[in-house]
C-alpha cells in the first residue's frame, strides 16, 4: 500500500493526522513490547534473483525475479511466500530481509517475490495472476529447493497483505491461473495479512479530511491499481470494479485460515479495513484471527542481527516508536512469534 510498509515505495499519499479508533473486541489487543527479533543468515541457504515468469504488459515483458531462504537443516521445508509492500508503485523484493531470515530460522522456506505494479501498467490483476504464478513455479521446483509443496502459507505487507488476502480468498478460482507451470496447483493452506487494505472504498474512513482526499483522488495510484493506467476514476465509489477487487467479496469454502495483524495508529491504511475483512472471514465461517498492535504504525525496520549484519528493510514513514530493547513494534518477538506460532500451526 501506500510508502510506509516494511520495505514500501514512495507513493504520495498523505498520512493521516487523527484515526478514529476501532471496536477491537473480537480481536487479540497486545502491547507489542519487549526484546527485537534476532536471525542468524548463517544458518540458511539463500538463492537469489530468480526468474519465475516473464509476463507481458502493455507489450512490454518483465522478467519477475524471487528470492529464496531455505534452513539448511534436513528435510523438505514448508513453504513461506512472502509479498511486499510498495504503494501500488513498486515491489521491491529485497525488502525485510531481518523479519524473513527470522521465519527462515524457524525451519519454512521463505521466498520473497516481485510482481508487476502500476508503475509496469499493471492492475491487481496482473500482480495476483504473479503471485498465483511464484505459487506454481515453486511447487514444479519444490525438489530442486526442499520445499514441502504440500504446505504454502502466503505472508504480505500492506500491498503485499492485500495480494496475500486475494490469493487466499481465490483458491480454487482458475481466473488468476496465466502463464507457466499450470500442472501446478497455486492453492494456498493460510494466509498472514499484515496491515493489508481489502474495500478500497473504505481505504481512508478513519482518517481526517485531508487523508481522505489524496486516497480518494481521482487517478491516483490506487485507482490505477484497480481501473487501470491513465484512468479518472476515483476509489471512492464501491463499484463493481472495486467490489471484484475486495477480497470480502471472495471469500468461499476453499479459503483458507487467516491472521491478520494491524497497528493501532497506522496513517495510511484504516485500522478498520483487516477488521472489516476478519468480520467477513469469520461470518463465512473461516477460521480467522485478528490481532492489533497498540499504538503500532505502518510497518517498521530493525537491523538486530545475531551472527550476521542482515540488510535492513528500506526506512518506515510511520511514526512507530521503539519498544523495549530497541525494538520497533513489527519487529519484536512478540509480534513475530504470533506469525510463527501460526505457521507452526498450518503446516503440520
Request: include cysteine; aromatic fraction near 6%.
Amino acid at each position: 500500500m501506500p510508502s510506509g510498509a516494511s520495505g514500501g515505495g514512495a507513493a504520495n499519499f498523505v498520512q493521516a493526522k487523527t484515526i478514529k479508533k476501532s471496536d477491537n473486541s473480537t480481536s487479540t489487543v497486545i502491547s507489542p513490547t519487549g526484546p527485537a527479533i534476532t536471525c542468524d543468515t548463517s544458518a540458511v541457504t539463500a538463492t537469489d534473483d530468480i526468474t519465475y515468469s516473464s509476463p507481458t504488459t502493455q507489450g512490454t515483458k518483465t522478467d519477475l525475479k524471487l528470492d529464496i531462504q531455505v534452513p539448511k537443516s534436513s528435510g523438505k521445508k514448508p513453504l513461506v511466500v512472502y509479498i511486499t509492500g510498495g504503494g501500488w508503485m513498486l515491489s521491491d523484493r529485497t525488502a525485510n530481509l531481518d523479519q524473513r531470515t527470522y521465519v527462515a530460522d524457524q525451519g519454512y522456506a521463505v521466498a520473497s517475490i516481485q510482481y508487476r505494479t502500476t508503475a509496469n501498467g499493471a492492475t491487481y490483476k496482473d500482480a495476483l495472476a504473479d503471485v498465483k504464478s511464484a505459487i506454481r513455479y515453486l511447487r514444479a521446483n519444490a525438489d530442486t529447493y526442499g520445499i514441502d509443496a504440500d504446505h504454502v502459507i502466503v505472508w504480505g505487507q500492506s500491498a503485499g497483505g492485500y495480494l496475500a488476502a486475494m490469493t487466499g480468498v481465490t483458491n480454487g478460482d482458475k481466473t488468476y491461473d496465466v502463464g507457466g507451470h499450470l500442472n501446478q496447483s497455486s492453492q494456498v493452506q493460510g494466509v498472514i495479512d499484515e496491515f493489508g487494505p481489502a474495500n478500497l472504498s473504505e481505504l481512508a474512513s478513519d482518517y481526517d479530511q485531508a487523508a481522505k482526499d489524496s486516497n480518494y483522488a481521482a487517478g491516483n495510484p490506487a485507482a490505477q491499481w484497480v481501473y487501470g493506467s491513465g484512468t479518472t476514476k476515483s476509489i471512492k465509489e464501491y463499484s463493481g470494479q472495486i467490489a471484484a477487487a475486495d477480497p470480502a467479496t471472495h471469500i468461499s469454502s476453499s479459503t483458507p485460515p487467516f491472521l491478520l495483524l494491524h497497528g493501532s495508529a497506522d496513517p495510511l491504511v484504516s485500522p478498520s479495513q483487516t477488521l472489516n475483512l476478519f468480520t467477513a472471514l469469520k461470518d463465512k465461517g473461516v477460521d480467522a484471527k485478528r490481532v492489533v498492535l497498540t499504538g503500532a504504525g505502518h510497518g517498521d525496520m530493525t537491523v538486530t542481527a545475531a551472527t550476521s549484519s542482515a540488510s535492513p528493510n528500506s526506512p518506515s514513514d510511520s511514526a512507530s516508536s521503539s519498544a523495549e530493547g530497541g525494538a520497533k513494534p513489527w519487529s519484536t518477538k512478540k509480534t513475530m512469534n504470533f506469525i510463527t506460532d501460526f505457521l507452526a500451526g498450518h503446516t503440520e
